[in-house]
């Protein structure tokens, strides 16, 4: 892929499968495959921006909103007694090189959340589950 045409624009463009729970005019929030804990999220531009320094006000503002909603979903569904939002900046220190905001309850669980599933299937069946619940929650904010 070329960098303006990364997993993440694809995801946003439907067309490469995620688990997607939500999304608004310019951000669409999906599970992360490995979640830290049940639930992780991760919230991108729709369109390509690479990090903070290359993304718009109001595209960050959209993100922005997007994640409040999914805090409040999180915390709603599973309880958790915080929510962290996490989000890396700079060529070589993001995994994707696509503005991306993590969004997960905590306190951290350890070993990750993902680790518990000893096989790609198993994780799967648990992401749907969990955007079921997810998608559930957010036609009932709406
Ligand atoms: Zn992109």
């Given at each position: 892929?070329?960098?303006?045409?990364?997993i993440?624009?694809a995801?946003a463009?439907k067309?490469?499968p995620?688990?997607?729970?939500?999304?608004?005019?310019?951000?669409?929030?999906f599970?992360?495959?490995?979640?830290?804990?049940?639930?992780?999220?991760l919230?991108?531009?729709?369109?390509?921006?690479?990090?903070?320094?290359?993304i718009?006000?109001?595209?960050?503002?959209?993100v922005?909103?997007?994640?409040?909603?999914?805090?409040?979903?999180?915390?709603?569904?599973?309880?958790?007694?915080?929510?962290?939002?996490?989000?890396?900046?700079?060529e070589?220190?993001?995994?994707?090189?696509?503005f991306?905001?993590?969004?997960?309850?905590?306190?951290?669980?350890?070993?990750?959340f993902?680790?518990q599933?000893?096989t790609?299937?198993?994780?799967?069946t648990?992401?749907e589950?969990t955007?079921k619940?997810?998608v559930?929650e957010?036609?009932?904010?709406k």
């Amino acid at each position: 892929m070329t960098p303006n045409k990364d997993i993440f624009c694809a995801i946003a463009a439907k067309e490469e499968p995620a688990f997607i729970v939500s999304e608004n005019s310019h951000a669409v929030a999906f599970l992360d495959r490995e979640p830290a804990t049940e639930g992780h999220m991760l919230i991108v531009p729709k369109q390509h921006a690479n990090d903070i320094f290359d993304i718009s006000e109001e595209k960050l503002a959209a993100v922005m909103s997007l994640a409040q909603q999914s805090a409040v979903a999180l915390k709603k569904i599973f309880g958790y007694t915080s929510i962290i939002l996490h989000q890396v900046n700079g060529e070589g220190a993001q995994d994707v090189r696509h503005f991306h905001l993590h969004v997960y309850g905590g306190p951290h669980a350890t070993p990750y959340f993902y680790q518990q599933f000893s096989t790609t299937e198993d994780l799967n069946t648990s992401l749907e589950n969990t955007q079921k619940r997810i998608v559930n929650e957010f036609t009932f904010l709406k």
